[in-house]
C-alpha cells in the first residue's frame, strides 16, 4: 500500500516497502494481529520487552514483544474502549518502583468531534501470559478546544502526563499533577510542538524528551528548549518513538503489517546536553588561621576580659583613686565639725 502523508498542502507519497538506508531494522514484528502499531514502549521492568498496540477500530489490546519481534503475551484492558488509540508511555511509579503503562485514546480526526479524550493506566504485568487487567480512566480536555493527538508522555520523575497534540500548529500540554477518576481533567498548553507530530516520549532519566514527525524527530531538554534534530529512517508512514532502556538511542516503528522498528542511535551532541552535570564539591572549611604556629584558638577568660572593655591595670587604679579621695573627704569633714 501507498503511505500518505501531508505537509504545508502537499501530498508526499512513499513507495511500498520503504525500509531505512543500509540499516536493519532491530526485530519486524511478527504478530498476523499487529497491523497497525501506533504505539511504541520499551518495559521498564523486564528485559528485552516491548510493548505496542494497534491503532483506531481495535479491541482493547496490547502486545508484549520479545527481542526477535515475537509476541511474548496479549494484554486486554477490563473495561477500557479503543475508539482510537494513537500512543502509549511506560514509566515507574514514583512513589513504588512498580512499571506503568499508559495507554492514550486520544485521536480526533475532526479536531473536536469528541468531548473529551481518555487515556488508560495500568499496571505492568509482572508476567508474560495472556490475562485481562483491571486499568484506570481518566478523562481530559483541553483548555482551549479539541485537538487531534497522537503522542503521549510520562515524566519518569515526577510520573506527569503530558499529551502533543498532531497539528500543523501543534503543542504540548500538560495534565494535572493529580489525576481525578471523578471529573474530567484540564490540559493545559505549555510549549509548541513540530507540526504533524506522531509521537513523543521521555527520556528514561527525564533529562529530555523527544517528539516525532513523518519525517524526523526533535529532542527537547524541555517544552520551548530544543537541544537537535535527529534523521530517522524512511518509512511508509511512522507512527511510534521510544527511548532505549539506556537512553542512549531512539526507537521507531511504523504501520502495516509485518513492520520493522528501528534502532537510531542519538547524536553525540544529544548525549553530551543530556548527560547529568558534575555535583560541584563543597567547600572545604578552613583551618584556624595560626600565628607564629600557634593557633589562634579563643580563651574564654581573654574573651571575657575584652568584652568588659577596661583593662585589669585600669580598675585597679580607679580603685586606689577612690579611697585616696574617701579619706581625703573624710578628713576634711572631721575638721568642720
Request: net charge neutral; proline share 9%.
Amino acid at each position: 500500500m501507498l503511505a500518505v502523508t501531508v505537509l504545508a498542502g502537499t501530498a508526499m507519497f512513499a513507495g511500498p516497502g520503504a525500509s531505512a538506508d543500509d540499516d536493519p531494522p532491530l526485530f519486524t514484528i511478527k504478530d498476523s494481529r499487529i497491523t497497525e502499531s501506533s504505539g511504541l514502549a520499551v518495559s521498564p521492568t523486564h528485559k528485552n520487552v516491548y510493548y505496542t498496540h494497534n491503532d483506531s477500530g481495535a479491541e482493547p489490546v496490547f502486545y508484549a514483544l520479545g527481542p526477535n519481534g515475537r509476541t511474548r503475551a496479549r494484554f486486554t484492558l477490563q473495561g477500557a474502549v479503543a475508539r482510537d488509540w494513537e500512543a502509549m508511555a511506560a514509566s515507574r511509579d514514583p512513589a513504588t518502583g512498580a512499571g506503568v503503562l499508559w495507554f492514550g485514546d486520544i485521536g480526533d480526526n475532526f479536531d473536536g468531534a469528541w468531548p473529551d479524550i481518555s487515556v488508560y493506566k495500568v499496571t505492568e504485568p509482572t508476567t508474560m501470559q495472556d490475562a485481562v487487567l483491571p486499568a484506570v480512566r481518566y478523562r481530559f480536555r483541553y483548555e482551549d478546544g479539541g485537538h487531534n493527538a497522537e503522542g503521549i508522555m510520562v515524566h519518569p520523575r515526577t510520573g506527569r502526563l503530558y499529551v502533543v497534540t498532531k497539528q500543523f500548529a501543534g503543542a504540548v500540554y500538560a495534565a494535572p499533577k493529580r489525576l481525578r477518576t471523578d471529573k474530567v481533567n484540564v490540559l493545559r498548553k505549555v510549549g509548541a510542538a513540530p507540526m504533524m507530530a506522531t509521537d513523543a516520549a521521555y527520556a528514561p532519566d527525564g533529562s529530555s524528551f523527544v517528539i516525532r514527525t513523518y519525517f524526523s524527530a526533535t529532542v527537547y531538554r524541555a517544552p520551548g528548549e530544543q537541544i537537535a534534530r535527529v534523521s530517522m529512517p524512511p518509512l511508509e508512514q511512522a507512527e511510534s518513538i521510544a527511548y532505549t532502556a539506556d537512553g542512549k538511542a531512539l526507537l521507531t516503528g511504523t504501520e502495516g503489517a509485518a513492520s520493522p522498528v528501528y534502532r537510531v542511535p542519538l547524536p553525540a551532541e544529544v548525549l553530551r546536553e543530556t548527560a547529568p552535570k558534575p555535583k560541584p564539591k563543597p567547600t572545604p572549611t578552613p583551618p584556624p588561621a595560626k600565628k607564629g604556629g600557634t593557633a589562634l584558638v579563643s580563651d574564654s577568660r581573654a574573651d571575657e576580659d575584652a568584652d568588659a572593655g577596661v583593662p585589669n591595670l585600669a580598675v585597679a587604679a580607679w580603685l586606689a583613686a577612690a579611697a585616696a579621695a574617701t579619706g581625703v573627704i573624710t578628713l576634711i569633714a572631721r575638721r568642720t565639725r
